[in-house]
């Protein structure tokens, strides 16, 4: 089962979902955030430009938590890895182990589903050079840490990157000395759920080869086996 996801029309902003205690479409916490937001409002007005929800399935077993929406991807869109190069990689890479319906995301009305897995941010806002600030970080953390909370199926949260697996230690007031990140290390949290660590599937990463397909591949399908999939 799958959220409802913001209809897209040509030329017209796309809608967002309704407040609720795990997203704010008006959250104005970060100064810094909402005048980046506000200026890419009005330099593309057909853009989503609003904190981006999460997406996936409803009670999912897996919980993805990457870094922040790309200027001309999800805070384009609003749909998380939409629309950016990092969402290639992901969605097929999601795809070929089927969790989700197409290898390929382009809109939030696109009939993408996916199964049993959902993907979050762990900053909503998209920043500037796409760098939030370790504050940043911390104000948006209350949304990650209710959705945690609220999605009790979860069994591993995989983390795309350094600062995703930061904030998810932050969510669960643990400390980050005694997690420390590594491309396919395992930790075991809480209520028996295991954060697993990932290099994030950016540009950057892949071009300069740190990041590959059948690695990527390979720390998603460990997730899956964790997760009892």
Excluded: W
Excluded at 23 to 50: I, K, Q, V
Excluded at 141 to 152: G, P
């Amino acid at each position: 089962m799958t959220e409802r996801r913001t209809r897209t029309a040509a030329g017209k902003r796309p809608r967002a979902p309704a407040r609720t205690e795990a997203y704010d479409p008006n959250c104005t916490r970060c100064p810094r955030l909402a005048e980046f937001l506000a200026e890419s409002h009005g330099r593309y007005p057909d853009y989503f430009s609003r904190p981006v929800p999460s997406f996936g399935a409803v009670a999912p077993r897996i919980l993805i938590v990457g870094l922040a929406p790309g200027l001309h991807g999800a805070n384009r869109t609003g749909r998380p890895f939409t629309g950016d190069f990092a969402g290639i990689l992901l969605y097929e890479t999601l795809y070929e182990l089927g969790l989700a319906t197409r290898s390929e995301s382009v809109s939030a009305d696109d009939p993408l589903q996916l199964r049993n897995i959902r993907i979050v941010n762990s900053v909503k806002c998209v920043p500037p050079a796409n760098k939030p600030l370790p504050e940043e970080v911390r104000r948006c953390n209350a949304y990650l840490k209710v959705e945690m909370r609220e999605l009790s199926r979860v069994r591993v949260i995989l983390a795309l990157g350094r600062i995703a697996h930061g904030a998810v230690l932050i969510a669960q007031g643990l400390k980050q000395s005694q997690f420390p990140f590594g491309h396919g290390r395992e930790h075991a949290i809480e209520s028996g759920r295991q954060l697993l660590d990932s290099y994030h599937c950016s540009r950057y990463n892949t071009q300069t080869r740190r990041l590959t397909a059948p690695m990527f591949k390979e720390v998603v399908a460990r997730a899956c086996e964790l997760a009892g999939l």
